[in-house]
């Protein structure tokens, strides 16, 4: 939910939720952003599953708030539970895991159909450092990113790179996307009861058709 | 911890705390469904008397308060309208107002903290159960902290105001659907943040501060409404919830992948802690409250996995530990609370906080419970269904085998005997379902017939009724009643001997 006021002054309050499957690092990249840890065995944290950071970006204050999710098959089910209300999404894949990319694809298009535009989507491709093991392509990645609307990013939660960016260009566009909601329904005005909930379903899938090549497996 | 899932009932215990022979139940205070319908509806009748009430004092309290203030404003510009109450209050000698007035005397000269302190003036003796005297208490002492608080705020006396009058219009809206009554209280959560945020300009810390304030006050008084309402099917989820955990008693440790090692007394003293807190939300009235023993759940939780694991919990490790401790809590009215808290919590709280993504994950658990099946549990369905059948039980860590035959032999009987046992057990259970149900069926039909009776009386008033206005038709009805009951006593005595007459 974003909570950003006329007057400009508010802060604006974000949910984030960690999807993928296990091992790709989604724990790894959140401790490393808020904590800049990584495989920390002096544990001076208490969890890893739910994590704030606040920003400030161009004179506006974010509370940002990271919901890790249970990435066990078993719980695939209970995705819409925690992705509700969410204003973005990060979808983490290992570069040297294929079948974790293919992961990716199910969540796109779940989190597509069952939240439609407002969510803004960023595909992380991590674990960098193990470029000499890479099993899913830099080109494949980005076109399939671009021909869902979602960012394209790489990181590597070991070496600390490219996380500070996602983070920072995530928060931007939720903002874009905020203030522009709020445009939409005028000054002042209250929010509608579903807008407030946040849930939107739509029945079809919004979705560009794929650029060439991407979908050769699926 | 494993007596916990025995079956410990003490006959006693189970009896309606009124002593009318019924059943009780725990939802509903210990009491039968008759008696708690009796003591709820009286509740209610009495916080609507008590609400209005309130109400008229304080608007007259604050029409002469702004009266005063003006007589005042050119000699003490300073003084604060709240004074002007703890003068009255000396004059006045009705302790109800007392009380009310007390509401806005500062708090310095009535400690909030001291439970009998302003509420020792109430004279009028409160006809129900200590247990509603009690909510009656915990109402008046959220207006007094609400009032409290307000003191300090810019434009504390509106909002007051404000929530007063929307409260109380809640208690003419009894009979709408759940879902209206959330929405109507979530949009008035939403028009007053905004408010808060452009009118009086707070700020998002201040405004947060307030609405979980409004939050406290609205819920209080509002939550016997309001909780588990008889128009939704609350009451049947919580009682298929339940079964359903208790079917599944049988679940381990290991078929859940939890990752912690109840071995370490730490740990397992988390875990109990975890299990205490958990239960503890249904005690709650406030949403916030409910979410506060979540989440301290949650932290016990964190201990025992970090504990064990000797790392910082993830959700991968968080959310199965959850599921672990709520099939062996068993929290009384779980669905009740999820829904209450979804329906009335402050919603910035539930989205993005820190409470509301552990609410977000107790929700998870429930309906991963709900669904699951020998897939989610590493296990063939054939064998899920041996132990949801109670044709076989896992036999812990140890299998029995493992020492020497005829402790095996011991093992198994004692396996036995417990299937025995659990099969009685849910027999009982349904036998105990269908006397409730019958039970309730009949308490309609007395309440139709009442209706019925009553509609009747109506329309085709008696002369008896209209007979207290005069004192000698009074007697007479008197006398009447005193014949009918010598009717009574007759008809238990034998037929009066009738003479006969014999021909001859
Ligand atoms: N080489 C390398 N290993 C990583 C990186 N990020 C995470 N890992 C390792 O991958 C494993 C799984 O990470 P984790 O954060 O638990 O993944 P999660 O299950 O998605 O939360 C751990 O052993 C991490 O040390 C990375 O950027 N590079
Ligand atoms: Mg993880
Ligand atoms: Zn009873």
């Known amino acids: 939910m974003a909570t950003a006021g006329a007057a400009g002054s508010r802060t604006y309050s974000f949910k984030v939720v960690l999807l993928g499957e296990g091992c790709v690092g989604k724990t790894s990249l959140v401790l490393r952003y808020c904590e800049n840890k990584f495989n920390d065995k002096h544990i001076t944290t208490l969890q890893a599953s739910f994590l704030t950071k606040k920003l400030n970006i161009t004179g506006k204050r974010v509370n940002l708030a990271i919901w890790d999710t249970a990435g066990q098959e078993r719980f695939h089910a209970l995705g819409p539970i925690y992705y509700r209300d969410s204003n973005g999404a990060i979808l983490v894949y290992d570069i040297t895991d294929e079948d974790s990319f293919q992961k990716v694809k199910n969540w796109v298009k779940e989190l597509r159909k069952m939240l439609g535009n407002e969510i803004c989507l960023c595909i992380v491709g991590n674990k960098i450092d193990l470029d000499k093991d890479r099993n899913v392509s830099v080109e494949e990645a980005e076109s399939y990113s671009e021909s869902v609307g979602a960012k394209h990013y790489h990181t590597s939660a070991k070496l600390n790179k490219g996380i500070e960016e996602l983070f920072l260009d995530l928060c931007k566009r939720m903002m874009e996307t905020a203030q522009a909601e709020e445009r939409a329904k005028g000054n002042g005005a209250s929010q509608s009861a579903s807008s407030r909930r946040g849930v939107q379903i739509v029945d079809d899938e919004p979705q560009a058709t794929p650029a060439g090549g991407c979908c050769s497996s699926g | ?504």
């Open chain 2, 1 to 504: 911890m494993s007596q916990r899932r025995g079956i410990h009932v003490d006959q006693s215990e189970l009896l309606c705390k009124k002593g009318c022979g019924f059943y009780g139940n725990g939802a509903w205070q210990g009491l039968c469904s008759k008696c708690w319908r009796e003591e709820n509806q009286r509740e209610k009748q009495r916080q609507i008397q008590e609400d209005q009430a309130l109400a008229e004092r304080l608007q007259r309290e604050e029409e002469e308060a702004y009266a005063s203030r003006h007589q005042r404003a050119q000699s003490q510009p300073a003084v604060t309208p709240f004074n002007k109450f703890e003068e009255r209050k000396t004059k006045e000698k009705s302790s109800r107002v007392n009380t009310v007035t007390k509401f806005f005397t500062p708090s310095t000269k009535t400690p909030p903290k001291k439970d009998a302190g302003p509420f020792d003036t109430q004279s009028t003796p409160s006809p129900s159960s200590s247990a509603g005297r009690q909510s009656s208490l915990d109402r008046d002492r959220a207006t007094q902290e609400f009032i409290d608080f307000l003191k300090a705020v810019k434009s504390g006396r509106e909002i007051f105001k404000q929530c007063r009058a929307f409260t109380e219009s809640m208690a003419y809206k009894r009979d709408m659907g759940a879902d209206e009554l959330s929405e109507c209280v979530q949009d008035f959560y939403q028009n007053l943040s905004d408010r808060l945020h452009n009118q009086f300009k707070g700020s998002s810390e201040l405004v947060e501060r307030v609405m979980d304030e409004v939050e406290k006050y609205m819920m209080t008084r509002l939550y016997t409404e309001v909780f588990c309402p008889e128009t939704t099917d609350d009451e049947k989820k919580d009682l298929a919830i339940q079964k359903r955990i208790r079917d599944l008693h049988w679940v381990t440790i290991e078929m859940l992948c939890v990752p912690v090692d109840e071995e370490i007394p730490e740990v397992s003293d988390s875990v109990v802690k975890a299990i205490t807190d958990i239960i503890e939300m249904d005690s709650k009235q406030v949403p916030k409250d409910k979410l506060g023993c979540i989440t301290r759940c949650s932290k016990h939780i964190f201990n025992g996995i970090r504990v064990s694991k000797k790392e910082a919990a993830s959700a991968d490790d968080f959310l199965p530990t959850l599921i672990y401790i709520v099939l062996k809590a068993n929290p009384p009215r779980l669905q009740s609370n999820i829904q209450y808290i979804t329906r009335f919590c402050n919603p910035s709280r539930l989205m993005t906080g820190e409470d509301g993504y552990y609410f977000t994950n107790l929700c998870c658990a429930v309906a991963f419970i709900e669904k699951l099946d020998g897939q989610s549990l590493n296990m063939s369905s054939e064998e899920f269904e041996l132990y949801m059948s109670g044709q076989a039980s896992p036999n812990g860590p140890q299998p029995a085998a493992s020492s020497s035959s005829s402790g095996s032999a011991a093992l198994s009987q004692a396996h036995n005997s417990l299937d025995v046992l659990t099969g009685l057990d849910e027999r009982q259970e349904r036998v105990i379902e269908k006397a409730r149900q019958l039970e309730s069926d009949l308490i309609d039909w007395t309440d139709e017939v009442e209706q019925k009776v009553q509609s009747a009386l109506e329309s085709f008033p008696l002369e008896t009724q209209q007979s207290t206005t005069s004192a000698a038709s009074e007697t007479a009805s008197a006398a009447l009643s005193a014949i009918d009951s010598e009717n009574v006593e007759n008809e238990l005595l034998p037929p009066p001997l009738q003479p006969q007459v014999f021909a001859g």
